[in-house]
């Protein structure tokens, strides 16, 4: 973000002036509508406008009136600041969600990362796959949250060592591929828009960090490289590079990353990436962890960062762990408005992979509030993947497994039905 100075008059005129990149208007906005010296309020989508520059080539809007309007106005579509972004070249690139439309919303499905700690060590044994009929009917719950919920996005963790049969450096292994892609195109195969593969490896490969002591950042590359040029021609696939990486070094992580990006861009896979920082992918800590400012720098082989979305996770019980089943707090405030504002400072987007809570009333009061501020800032907002169905028991803490009755049918859990699928809808 660019600082403004502002002079002491002008500071004593402007008491209640809103700080550059900070928000000063939109629907159901109840604060200050001015702007420090050197700023003026800037119309970005009907339920935000934001205090920038003035030399900004953007047309000032006055709060009251972006509050006040039901007219519906062009979004502003944001690019990286030193190249322009190429349409054609990456297919997949996620510029066209509608003001307060969120562009995906669905659930994780669990279970082939099911043997996993966060020291990243995984027994290939421990995976439990979400498919018949050794396991859950994940594809089924697929079926039911697109044509019952409306859900367009999904979440498929699995781990390092299972797509390998834990052989590192070697190849992919042929039969645990085919049984997790089953997953994969059963996601497709629904309706999803979005199909993540996950690895859930925590930035590990049984205890040790890649690129820090681990794995090596080219073997990194050579896994990616390999998946990638495996779904390179489906754009419903997406790549999310690791899982809630943690304790260890930003910058030398961000160097990881980018080998990584270039090894799938290089296999020729346009899909969209999603980049994790540190602190467990923490939404609320991604600039203070120094993740922003790291991972803001890793691009695509041409030097664009079309494609690449910064991935983050937030949960909502007291310690923001997802360990209780009750909610204390809907994260905007503290989280997710100022993760805005250096989104759009940086012209960048991020998704919420992960978020969730118990079925319990104040779990669905505060994730839905969450869900529809995301909804509200869709600009810089993709959508989200809540945590989590698939191979879970409905007893989990933060089960989302939906049970089939007798008929075929599916009855949600409560947090799913109350919360999460009218939160997307209503997006």
């Known amino acids: 973000m660019k600082a403004v100075l502002v002079s002491t008059a ?5 008491a209640n002036a809103v700080s550059v990149y900070g928000q000063c208007g939109g629907k159901n906005w109840n604060g200050s509508g001015t702007c420090d010296a050197g700023s ?8 935000y406008s934001q205090c920038l520059p003035v030399s900004s080539n953007v047309s000032p809007t006055s709060s009251k009136s972006v509050s006040s309007s039901t007219t519906s106005k062009p979004r502003t579509t944001f690019k990286t600041k030193t190249t322009a972004v190429s349409t054609t070249h990456h297919p997949t690139s996620s510029s066209t969600s509608q003001p307060g439309k969120l562009k995906y ?18 027994t ?3 995976a439990y796959p979400p498919l018949l009929p050794n396991g859950n009917d994940g ?32 190849p992919l292994n042929a039969a645990n591929l085919a049984t997790y892609d089953k997953l994969v195109q059963g996601c497709v195969d629904a309706g999803a828009a979005f199909c993540e593969i996950d ?9 040790a960090i890649i690129g820090q002591g681990g794995p090596t950042n080219a073997q990194f590359a050579a896994f990616w490289g390999a998946l990638a040029g495996r779904y390179a021609s489906n754009s419903k696939v997406a790549f999310g590079l690791m899982n809630e990486p943690h304790n260890l070094d930003i910058s030398t992580w961000a160097a990881t990353v980018q080998a990584a990006v270039t090894a799938i861009r290089k296999a020729g896979a346009n899909n969209l990436i999603l980049l994790p920082g540190t602190s467990f992918a923490s939404a609320g800590d991604f600039i203070s962890s120094g993740s922003a400012a790291a991972l803001n720098a890793v691009t695509n082989p041409d030097g664009t960062k079309t494609g690449l979305i910064f991935d983050v996770h937030r949960y909502l019980d007291s310690d923001n762990s997802g360990s209780s089943a009750e909610c204390v707090t809907n994260n905007i405030d503290n989280t997710f408005a100022p993760l805005a504002t250096w989104l759009r400072s940086n012209g960048r987007q991020a998704m ?4 969730g809570g118990g079925n319990v009333a104040s779990c669905i009061q505060y994730l839905s509030q969450e869900l529809k501020y995301l909804a509200q800032n869709s600009d810089v907002y993709l959508g989200f993947t809540t945590w989590a169905a698939g191979s879970f028991d409905t007893a989990y803490t933060l089960s989302e497994t939906p049970t089939q009755n007798s008929d075929g049918t599916w009855k949600d859990q409560s947090l799913v039905s109350q919360a999460i699928a009218s939160a997307f809808r209503g997006s």
Not at 105 to 122: K, L, Q, R, V
Not at 150 to 169: H, K
Not at 199 to 207: D, K, L, S, V
Request: hydrophobic letters at 35%; charged letters at 15%.
């Open 10 to 14: 002008a500071f004593a005129i402007q």
């Open 352 to 355: 919420l992979t992960e978020t």
């Open 40 to 47: 003026v309020c800037t119309y970005q989508n009907d339920y």
């Open 139 to 170: 594809l089924g719950q697929m079926k039911h949250f697109v044509k019952d919920d409306g859900f367009n996005a999904f979440r498929l963790p699995t781990s390092w060592q299972y797509l390998v049969n834990d052989q590192l450096g070697n």
């Open 124 to 126: 290939v044994q421990g």
């Open 105 to 122: 919303g669905g659930i994780n499905i669990a279970g082939f990362d099911f043997g996993c700690s966060i020291d990243g060590t995984c």
């Open 199 to 207: 690895i859930h490896n925590y930035a590990r490969y049984n205890g």
